[in-house]
């Protein structure tokens, strides 16, 4: 069966500092992978998504960047955090257009 | 570009009234459709789909009909329950490997 993991559950790291976020997926091949983040009381914002390794499409222009040097591998990366990073992101997965599976996503607090 | 509208929240009911969470979404051509649950704490999962026009998904109660013609798919729940309080996201994909939300409806049923 197919699985996500998603680390780590949270995070406090301080204005300007570096940030790597790492999701993996199990038990699927070429899954299409997403990174969304939810801000305290909003909505959940897509910001990257990737059809296969070294495809990246961003979706809002932003301090974070997002990469996928594996084929199930994919991550969140920022080389200076902002106050404004804080937030829940969410690491998925899907094929084609059956249902996404998420991870636990984790909760980033920049102070 | 392709786009998901829920109803604002936060909505709050009594245990045991109707339910209903109001969903249209922007597309060209013909998207899946799709409800996730966000239950406090967690990650997203899918609530139920529906994939071609008329086709009613249903899980837990819950229903949504794909309405092509007002592009609509609202989600409807005849009586609900304490356990049903969690965040609601109506979401879409089509074409692009793009899985894209609508802002989120935080639920609250009371005893």
């Known amino acids: 069966s197919q699985t996500i993991h998603q680390w780590p559950a949270t995070l406090v790291q301080p204005v300007g500092s570096p940030l790597s976020l790492e999701c993996t997926v199990e038990?699927?091949?070429?899954?299409?992978l997403y990174w969304y983040r939810q801000a305290a009381g909003r909505g959940l914002q897509l910001l990257f998504y990737s059809v296969g390794i070294g495809q990246i499409s961003s979706e809002v222009p932003q301090n974070l960047s997002a990469s996928r040097p594996q084929d199930r591998q994919f991550i969140l990366s920022s080389k200076k955090l902002l106050l404004s990073d804080s937030g829940f992101y969410l690491c998925?997965?899907?094929?084609?257009?059956?249902?996404?599976?998420f991870g636990q996503g984790t909760r980033l607090t920049v102070v | 570009g392709d786009s998901v509208t829920q109803m604002e929240g936060p909505v709050t009911l009594s245990e045991e009234a109707f339910l209903t969470i109001n969903c249209t979404y922007t597309?060209?051509?013909?998207?899946?459709l799709f409800w996730y649950v966000q239950y406090p704490g967690e990650g997203l999962q899918l609530l139920l789909k529906?994939?071609?026009?008329?086709d009613k998904g249903s899980n837990k109660g819950f229903e949504a009909t794909y309405r092509k013609e007002t592009t609509s798919f609202h989600l409807e729940k005849g009586s609900v329950q304490v356990s049903d309080s969690a965040v609601y996201f109506c979401?879409?994909?089509?074409?692009?490997?793009?899985?894209?939300f609508g802002q989120g409806t935080r639920l609250t049923i009371n005893p």
């Open positions: 597309a060209t051509g013909y998207p899946s």
């Open positions: 998925a997965w899907s094929s084609e257009d059956t249902e996404a599976f």
């Open positions: 529906a994939t071609k026009a008329d």
């Open positions: 038990g699927t091949s070429n899954p299409n």
């Open positions: 979401a879409l994909y089509q074409g692009a490997q793009k899985l894209v």
